[in-house]
């Protein structure tokens, strides 16, 4: 792919613009490096949390004799305490991470190529395709008896849903911004119908598909860590790596052109990018709204917008969020709520704020 161009320093940057990033770039790594210790000591406070309550000592002794196979460490708690940390509490909390770092990754992503502050890793249609593909496996479940890996099936529709989605572009005149989003709206809403269709035709049985797609994290096991992380952290690698040529899409396909990027193979490569992680990320815990499209702008306004700080920046802080949100459900709920409800009940207004502020013409592009 060609690069030509996105390193180079503009030659009308002077030396207190040069001072000035140096400066913003410090105070985003000082930032990165108190999320992802927040990340990490959460992670080993949230573990011990729960009905079987466990100090933070006693549990990070559990995950260290895991990791390291030290069976005299692991014998000095119950073989219930071990389950309960490993094989239930860290599966779901690792997945939390995960998800939220992936919608907030697509989120930049998919705000930067359309160059639309309101664009989330859903704009395109992909989730919907991935609640249609998972709604199928289930209905088929409930229906016919036919067993169908849920997982598989909403990476499988999420990835046919884009392949619809670029060819529908591709025919209106182009991969360009407002033809993918008006592509993406179509074949949406065709699937949200055949959604509506499944819910009919599982009548009484209704309530599995509606929980899924209402978004949550209980019961995530070692193999749904094992589909989203390669997926997320491999992706997200891959987007940091051509964020140079991100920043300069954001200017237009003229000057990106001029600047030596070649549009389209970058707009492919990070439409299947964005697509494929937030494909990963929703076969795994249904629809979790908001994520993506709150802790990208809320970074960008209070920040920077430079693509190198910001897609890691909202991976980690996408990734801490989520996390508290979802183990707050779990510990202050009777009843536990979906996290997808929690997320979309505070990024609502939030899209409202953003919305209104877009209309007054304060754009962030």
Same mark, same amino acid.
């Given at each position: 792919?060609?690069?030509?161009?996105?390193?180079?320093?503009?030659?009308?940057?002077?030396?207190?613009?040069?001072?000035?990033?140096?400066?913003?770039?410090?105070?985003?790594?000082?930032?990165?490096?108190?999320?992802?210790?927040?990340?990490?000591?959460?992670?080993?406070?949230?573990?011990?949390?729960?009905?079987?309550?466990?100090?933070?000592?006693?549990?990070?002794?559990?995950?260290?004799?895991?990791?390291?196979?030290?069976?005299?460490?692991?014998?000095?708690?119950?073989?219930?305490?071990?389950?309960?940390?490993?094989?239930?509490?860290?599966?779901?909390?690792?997945?939390?991470?995960?998800?939220?770092?992936?919608?907030?990754?697509?989120?930049?992503?998919?705000?930067?190529?359309?160059?639309?502050?309101?664009?989330?890793?859903?704009?395109?249609? &992909?989730?919907?395709?991935?609640?249609? @593909?998972?709604?199928? =496996?289930?209905?088929?479940?409930?229906? #016919? *008896? $036919?067993? /169908? !890996?849920?997982?598989?099936?909403?990476?499988?529709?999420?990835?046919?849903?884009?392949?619809? &989605?670029?060819?529908?572009?591709?025919? @209106?005149?182009?991969? =360009?911004?407002?033809?993918?989003?008006? #592509? *993406? $709206?179509? /074949? !949406?809403?065709?699937?949200?119908?055949?959604?509506?269709?499944?819910?009919?035709?599982?009548?009484?049985?209704?309530?599995?598909?509606?929980?899924?797609?209402?978004?949550?994290?209980?019961?995530?096991?070692? *193999?749904?860590?094992?589909?989203?992380?390669?997926?997320?952290?491999?992706?997200?690698?891959?987007?940091?790596?051509?964020?140079?040529?991100?920043?300069?899409?954001?200017?237009?396909?003229?000057?990106?052109?001029?600047?030596?990027?070649?549009?389209?193979?970058?707009?492919?490569?990070?439409?299947?990018?964005?697509?494929?992680?937030?494909?990963?990320?929703?076969?795994?815990?249904?629809?979790?709204?908001?994520?993506?499209?709150?802790?990208?702008?809320?970074?960008?306004?209070?920040?920077?917008?430079?693509?190198?700080?910001?897609?890691?920046?909202?991976?980690?802080?996408?990734?801490?969020?989520?996390?508290?949100?979802?183990?707050?459900?779990?510990?202050?709920?009777?009843?536990?709520?979906?996290?997808?409800?929690?997320?979309?009940?505070?990024?609502?207004?939030?899209?409202?704020?953003?919305?209104?502020?877009?209309?007054?013409?304060?754009?962030?592009?």
């Amino acid at each position: 792919m060609e690069r030509k161009g996105t390193t180079q320093r503009p030659s009308g940057l002077g030396e207190d613009s040069i001072r000035s990033y140096r400066t913003k770039r410090r105070r985003c790594l000082v930032i990165g490096a108190l999320l992802l210790a927040a990340i990490l000591l959460l992670l080993v406070a949230f573990v011990g949390m729960g009905a079987m309550n466990l100090g933070f000592a006693e549990t990070w002794d559990i995950l260290l004799g895991k990791i390291t196979g030290d069976a005299g460490r692991l014998a000095a708690h119950g073989a219930n305490e071990v389950a309960v940390v490993w094989e239930i509490r860290l599966p779901r909390i690792l997945c939390g991470i995960l998800v939220g770092m992936g919608l907030s990754v697509a989120g930049v992503i998919f705000q930067s190529l359309l160059r639309n502050p309101l664009a989330d890793p859903y704009t395109l249609g &992909v989730s919907t395709g991935a609640a249609f @593909g998972a709604s199928l =496996a289930i209905l088929l479940a409930l229906t #016919a *008896g $036919i067993v /169908v !890996s849920t997982t598989a099936m909403a990476f499988l529709f999420a990835f046919l849903t884009l392949v619809v &989605v670029i060819l529908i572009s591709k025919k @209106g005149g182009g991969i =360009a911004s407002s033809n993918l989003i008006i #592509a *993406g $709206i179509i /074949v !949406s809403a065709i699937l949200s119908s055949g959604l509506s269709f499944m819910k009919m035709v599982a009548g009484e049985d209704v309530s599995a598909i509606v929980f899924w797609l209402m978004g949550s994290l209980a019961s995530r096991e070692w *193999g749904d860590v094992a589909i989203v992380a390669p997926v997320v952290l491999l992706g997200s690698l891959i987007a940091f790596g051509f964020a140079g040529d991100l920043n300069v899409m954001v200017l237009g396909d003229k000057s990106a052109r001029n600047l030596g990027v070649n549009t389209g193979r970058i707009r492919l490569l990070y439409l299947i990018l964005g697509s494929c992680i937030t494909a990963a990320c929703v076969a795994v815990s249904g629809i979790i709204g908001f994520v993506g499209l709150v802790v990208p702008h809320m970074l960008r306004f209070w920040l920077t917008s430079d693509n190198r700080l910001l897609l890691p920046l909202s991976g980690l802080l996408g990734g801490l969020l989520l996390s508290v949100a979802d183990n707050a459900t779990r510990l202050l709920s009777v009843s536990e709520v979906p996290v997808g409800v929690l997320t979309t009940l505070i990024g609502g207004p939030f899209f409202i704020y953003v919305f209104i502020k877009r209309r007054g013409g304060q754009g962030v592009f």
